[in-house]
């Protein structure tokens, strides 16, 4: 795959999130890791005293980062880190914002979504030459490392130390299903099945739930991609997108069509954490998430009413799946004690703390030694997922992280119309059509950038 940078845009749409969003959110004092402009370059420090870091997940993995925090002023009595839990949906407008206005943090959880566009405005550390002389060297997965160096843009710069890697999973009511008499929905047409047999609306019983709120865009690609069983974002040319091919057209029609008829209405608004809470706590057949919302089911249910089994399968047996982004951490070249921070990431990402964190999250860990640790068999769709990457059952479609804008395309600039899809109010092929034209544009910039 290509990598680039990009600059500007047009229609409307500007060089970053950070210039539409530079006024929206203001940072508090209390999350300033410092105090002027993070295009400066910070300082090495003492290795000791103060850092900040970032939680690109918080509130969700607060409790496990506390705990790694612990571990690690324990072991660094001299090093003093302060946490900020900052909402998945809010990050990247935090970070565009400090990073127009100053109080960015020391580290921070950095995804390969959103890497690009913050690597483009210049305000993360090259990691490279710091990784080759850890204790860390060559212990990460190497298909994590290059992950990260891909969504970066930059062909000779790593700017996070990639910790987790996610799946696309289906977890289902293996309760629900034996008492309908239905089978595992291992495939599409199972999968509708079960969604029409399931649901009794008088008797708020929902065979599906959908995701309408935010982070909908990638949700609904997964399902469009592995109906359509169309293998490439790109067409042969690399210029223009296979968003908008007929059979992806016909495939959301048919995914959209579901909302309301066997979902709750609430799903348009839902975002990660509702539509986990809601198929948690009521009577829904089925719920398309990540292997990150696993340990929230078991909480729920216990391992005996559910199970999350990778996406299901199209014509012919083959499954598709749309790429899912590796989280990282990353060092911020505003920081003035980039010392100490480091250190924290070496020690987030070590073996101990990546199997710890990635256990809570029910993730696939990077550390290679964590990768091979016992919980793996025992979370069955880690252990499920981790087979279908490598078992050569899976062809998985990379979305183009490396547009320093696809982060907005696919969430602030869609997602309002991916609700008027779900309403009636846009037809699908309108949407992805509009989708398109600007993934078509911002590839054709980098290209050219990119020679």
């Given at each position: 795959?290509?990598?680039?940078?990009?600059?500007?845009?047009?229609?409307g749409?500007?060089?970053?999130?950070?210039?539409?969003?530079?006024?929206?959110l203001?940072?508090?004092?209390?999350?300033?890791?410092?105090d002027?402009?993070?295009?400066?370059?910070?300082?090495?420090?003492?290795g000791?005293?103060?850092i900040v870091?970032?939680?690109?997940?918080?509130?969700v993995?607060?409790?496990?980062?506390?705990e790694?925090?612990?571990?690690f002023?324990?072991a660094?009595?001299?090093?003093?880190?302060?946490y900020?839990?900052v909402a998945?949906?809010?990050?990247?407008?935090?970070?565009?914002?400090a990073?127009?206005g100053?109080?960015?943090?020391?580290?921070?959880?950095?995804g390969?979504?959103?890497?690009?566009?913050?690597?483009?405005?210049d305000?993360?550390?090259?990691l490279?030459d710091?990784?080759?002389?850890?204790?860390?060297?060559?212990?990460?997965?190497?298909?994590?490392v290059?992950?990260?160096?891909?969504?970066?843009?930059s062909?000779?710069h790593m700017?996070t130390?990639?910790?987790?890697a996610?799946?696309?999973?289906?977890y289902?009511?293996?309760?629900?299903?034996?008492?309908?008499g239905?089978?595992?929905p291992?495939t599409?047409d199972?999968?509708y099945?079960?969604?029409?047999?399931?649901?009794?609306?008088?008797?708020?019983e929902?065979?599906y739930?959908?995701?309408?709120?935010?982070?909908?865009i990638a949700?609904?690609?997964?399902?469009?991609?592995?109906q359509s069983?169309?293998?490439?974002?790109?067409?042969?040319?690399?210029?223009?997108t296979?968003?908008?091919?007929?059979?992806?057209?016909?495939?959301?029609?048919?995914?959209?069509?579901?909302?309301?008829r066997?979902t709750?209405?609430?799903?348009l608004n839902?975002d990660?954490?509702?539509?986990?809470?809601q198929?948690?706590?009521?009577?829904i057949?089925?719920l398309?998430?990540?292997?990150g919302?696993y340990?929230d089911?078991v909480?729920?249910?216990g391992?005996?009413?559910?199970?999350?089994?990778?996406?299901?399968?199209?014509?012919?047996?083959k499954?598709?799946?749309?790429?899912?982004?590796?989280?990282?951490?990353?060092l911020f070249k505003?920081?003035?004690?980039?010392?100490?921070?480091?250190?924290?990431?070496?020690f987030?990402?070590?073996?101990?703390?990546?199997s710890?964190?990635n256990e809570?999250?029910?993730?696939?860990?990077?550390h290679?030694?964590?990768?091979?640790?016992?919980?793996?068999?025992?979370a069955?769709?880690?252990?499920?997922?981790?087979?279908?990457l490598?078992?050569?059952?899976t062809?998985?479609?990379?979305?183009?992280?490396y547009?320093?804008?696809?982060?907005?395309?696919?969430?602030?600039?869609?997602?309002p119309?991916?609700?008027?899809?779900?309403?009636?109010d846009m037809?699908?092929k309108?949407?992805?059509?509009?989708?398109?034209?600007?993934?078509?544009e911002a590839?054709?910039?980098?290209?050219?950038?990119?020679g």
């Open positions: 795959m290509k990598i680039s940078s990009r600059r500007s845009s047009t229609g749409r500007r060089t970053s999130a950070a210039v539409a969003l530079g006024a929206v203001a940072l508090t004092a209390t999350a300033c890791g410092d002027g402009s993070s295009s400066g370059t910070g300082e090495e420090g003492s000791t005293g103060k870091f970032w939680d690109n997940n918080g509130g993995r607060t409790d496990i980062w506390k790694i925090i612990a571990d002023e324990k660094n009595p001299d090093i003093d880190v302060q900020v839990p998945a949906t809010e990050v990247q407008s935090k970070y565009d914002t990073i127009q100053g109080g960015l943090p020391d580290v921070g959880g950095v390969a979504a959103m890497l690009a566009g913050i690597a483009a405005q305000a993360l550390e090259p490279e710091r990784l080759a002389k850890s204790f860390l060297n060559g212990k990460l997965n190497e298909g994590m290059e992950s990260v160096k891909v969504a970066g843009g062909d000779e700017y130390v990639p910790t987790s996610n799946n696309g999973t289906l289902y009511r293996t309760d629900l299903f034996q008492k309908a239905l089978e595992e291992s599409w199972r999968f099945e079960a969604a029409e047999k399931l649901t009794n609306v008088k008797k708020n929902f065979g739930t959908i995701r309408g709120g935010a982070g909908s949700q609904a690609l997964d399902a469009m991609y592995g069983g169309i293998t490439s974002f790109w067409d042969s040319s690399g210029e223009k296979t968003l908008n091919d007929p059979k992806n057209v016909q495939a959301l029609e048919k995914y959209a069509a579901l909302y309301k066997v709750p209405a609430a799903d839902n990660f954490t509702k539509m986990v809470a198929w948690d706590s009521g009577t057949g089925m398309n998430h990540n292997l919302s340990q089911h909480k729920a249910l391992t005996e009413k559910f199970r999350g089994i990778p996406q299901p399968t199209g014509p012919g047996g499954r598709v799946q749309v790429s899912n982004p590796v989280d990282g951490l990353g505003s920081s003035k004690n980039k010392e100490a921070g480091w250190k924290f990431i070496e987030a990402a070590s073996h101990e703390s990546n710890k964190w809570s999250a029910g993730a696939i860990p990077s290679t030694e964590a990768a091979k640790d016992a919980w793996i068999s025992e069955e769709p880690t252990k499920l997922a981790a087979t279908a490598n078992d050569g059952s062809t998985i479609v990379q979305l183009p992280y547009l320093p804008d696809w982060n907005t395309i696919s969430k602030a600039d869609n997602e119309n991916f609700q008027k899809v779900l309403l009636g037809s699908a309108d949407f992805l059509d509009t989708m398109a034209e600007q993934l078509n590839q054709a910039e980098w290209n050219q950038q990119k």
